[in-house]
């Protein structure tokens, strides 16, 4: 098993900057491919970023590329998400997604490959 705990959410204006951050524990944190995700309302839950076991690889979707910059630190079992740039479209739920592999492909992007969710954290972005 594994506890992911996000935090990090708030209020900010467009051009505005947040850093959210996911605390894990439970499980060997070195082993997980980790990720971002993201739920607007009345919208399907979205891929945002996804980093490999060792923070080496990254992927991110197009809407945030350039903007948003993920990371991790194995030793503290900390996954980051930088957003700069926000615009008012990145306003929704932002989750933190762990799943138990070492690979690093495209089904990074999928959520079904994910097995471990947080609870979610708010981003509200004003005009």
């Known amino acids: 098993q594994v506890q992911l705990v996000e935090s990090g959410g708030g209020l900010v204006q467009a051009g505005g900057s947040l850093r959210l951050s996911c605390a894990a524990s439970g499980r060997d944190f070195s082993m997980l491919t980790m990720a971002w995700f993201r739920q607007a309302p009345g919208k399907e839950r979205e891929f945002v970023a996804a980093?490999?076991?060792?923070?080496?690889?990254?992927s991110y979707a197009d809407p945030v590329k350039g903007r948003f910059t993920v990371s991790r630190d194995n030793p503290t079992n900390s996954l980051w998400t930088q957003m700069n740039s926000l615009k008012p479209e990145d306003t929704a739920v932002y989750y933190c997604?762990?799943?138990?592999?070492?690979?690093?492909?495209?089904?990074?992007?999928?959520?079904?490959?994910?097995?471990?969710w947080g609870q979610g954290t708010q981003v509200t972005v004003s005009s």
């Open positions: 980093i490999s076991w060792s923070g080496g690889s990254t």
């Open positions: 997604a762990a799943r138990p592999t070492t690979a690093f492909d495209p089904t990074v992007r999928d959520k079904r490959r994910y097995i471990y």
